[in-house]
């Protein structure tokens, strides 16, 4: 089975530093998306960012940046210039082949941004 | 556009109870999914549906039934609620599989079942 793995259940950070979030995943493809979703206390679901596998570059969005490790299988999170807004679920997710390429979740990480 | 639209938005069942959430899409996307969201659990995939008359089961499918009538809804029926079934369900949508282009999430519906 493919999994997704978050290791951190909760983090916080002070407000105008950077954070990391960290995301392991396991699986046999080797061309596939991941995403990172962020879930604010209003429950609505946001996608952050998408890392393309066959992209050595990675991808970028604003203070969002992932440091994407296809060999080592990890897909971590970068917040620079952590903002209260940050303020958040994070979820990553996956495209399992096991459900149809439907986007399997990691059990999230609770961030939370101090002022 | 409305996007992804779920009713109710907060439901509470007993035991044994049954009913329909509600989603419809206004975006002619030929993906959609269920998934419910338990604290620790991130969101589970309970059923989704690759276009009209096509529904598969996901990794929790149990307790729960779909049909893909028209392309634009795709409502989760609980047969008999229990407990268990307590949660926050998510409705969501794509164009094409999620290898390939992200998910469009609905609101939300908090569950609680007594």
């Known amino acids: 089975a493919q999994t997704v793995t978050q290791s951190q259940p909760e983090m916080s950070v002070q407000e105008a530093e950077t954070v990391t979030l960290s995301c392991t995943y396991d699986t046999s493809e080797s061309n596939y998306y991941l995403f990172w979703y962020k879930q604010p206390p209003s429950r609505q679901m946001i996608l952050v960012i998408r890392?393309?596998?066959?992209?050595?570059q990675n991808a970028t969005e604003n203070r969002f940046s992932v440091n994407f490790q296809k060999a080592a299988k990890s897909f971590s999170l970068k917040i620079s210039d952590s903002q209260l807004g940050d303020t958040a679920m994070y979820f990553c997710?996956?495209?399992?082949?096991?459900?149809?390429?439907?986007?399997?979740f990691g059990g999230g990480t609770r961030l939370m941004v101090k002022p | 556009n409305a996007g992804v639209t779920q009713t109710p938005k907060f439901q509470v069942l007993k035991t044994g109870q049954s009913m329909t959430l509600q989603c419809a899409q206004d975006?002619?996307?030929?993906?959609m999914s269920w998934y419910r969201q338990d604290p620790g659990m991130g969101l589970r995939l309970i059923h989704y549906?690759?276009?009209?008359?096509?529904?598969d089961q996901g990794e929790v499918p149990n307790g729960y039934n779909v049909s893909r009538s028209t392309t634009e809804d795709f409502p989760l029926r609980l047969l008999s609620a229990a407990p268990s079934q307590t949660s926050v369900y998510f409705c969501a949508s794509s164009p094409r599989g999620t290898g390939y282009s992200p998910l469009h999430f609905g609101n939300g519906t908090r569950l609680t079942v007594t």
């Open positions: 549906s690759v276009g009209a008359g096509i529904t």
């Open positions: 997710a996956f495209p399992s082949r096991d459900a149809g390429n439907m986007l399997t």
């Open positions: 975006m002619n996307h030929e993906y």
């Open positions: 890392q393309e596998a066959y992209k050595q």
